[in-house]
């Protein structure tokens, strides 16, 4: 079939409307990335630091969490050797997924972010943070990613989360009857699959921390 003169012009002009549009289209995306690429990146790093402050924030005198040392944080690589020797002890419900060194003003090392996703969840994986300070307390955790059943497993912020502040290392274990110890978490009612797989993730933290400081080294 012979295509006339008048229709291969319209194929062409069609061709090059659609070449424009896309041209356009592209040009025009490139330039709102590069417009909001710094403003996103500012966003996403001052989120990254309330998240890590959050961890070492300390009750006031009115009850109140508040920050009472001023950090800084530098992330640095999680180290594949201890992952693999914390696995080998048996913490294989939870990984670390960031490390950070929290520093205070005058560039002094005062403890580690250590950032946790849980495998074991109900409803899935379960992310937080872990502030640990040198002199081996576990200061707090921020969760940052859950989807447990609502009203049992999502209530990890208000019943998990304020019984690991400020606790001395330990391996924690969860209980039904009401934490008696220092090293017992009280499960939340009814999410006991929920309370363990924090409070595993929570001890997998625990144990990279200490490996890499050089407490849970085996020699």
Same mark, same amino acid.
């Given at each position: *079939? ?21 041209? &356009?289209?592209?040009? =025009?995306? =490139? ?23 959050? @961890? ?6 009115? +009850? @109140? ?15 594949? $050797? ?16 960031? &490390? #950070? ?10 403890? #580690?972010?250590?950032? @946790?996703?849980?495998?074991? +969840?109900?409803? /899935?994986?379960?992310?937080? #943070? *872990? ?46 009857? =009401? ?17 363990? $797989?924090?409070?595993?993730? &929570?001890?997998? /933290?625990?144990? #990279? ?6 407490? +849970?080294?085996?020699?």
């Amino acid at each position: *079939m012979k295509i006339s003169n008048e229709e291969i012009i319209k194929i062409i002009k069609d061709t090059a409307v659609i070449f424009g549009i896309t041209l &356009v289209a592209g040009l =025009g995306l =490139g330039f709102v990335y590069e417009l909001t690429k710094e403003p996103i990146a500012t966003q996403e790093a001052q989120a990254q630091a309330d998240a890590c402050n959050e @961890v070492f924030k300390e009750l006031n005198a009115a +009850g @109140v969490l508040d920050t009472v040392t001023e950090l800084t944080f530098n992330k640095i690589d999680v180290d594949p $050797a201890i992952s693999k020797a914390v696995l080998d002890k048996g913490y294989d419900t939870a990984y670390i997924d960031s &490390v #950070y060194e929290a520093k205070t003003t005058d560039g002094n090392l005062y403890g #580690y972010v250590i950032g @946790v996703t849980s495998t074991s +969840g109900y409803g /899935g994986n379960i992310s937080f #943070y *872990m502030g640990i300070t040198l002199d081996d307390y576990l200061k707090g955790i921020s969760i940052l990613s859950i989807s447990e059943t609502p009203g049992l497993g999502m209530n990890a912020e208000n019943v998990l989360v304020p019984q690991f502040r400020n606790k001395k290392l330990e391996e924690y274990q969860v209980v039904k009857t =009401g934490a008696l110890s220092s090293n017992e978490i009280d499960a939340i009612t009814s999410a006991t699959i929920t309370s363990k $797989a924090v409070t595993n993730g &929570v001890n997998t /933290g625990v144990q #990279y921390y200490l490996m890499l400081t050089g407490e +849970g080294r085996e020699e």
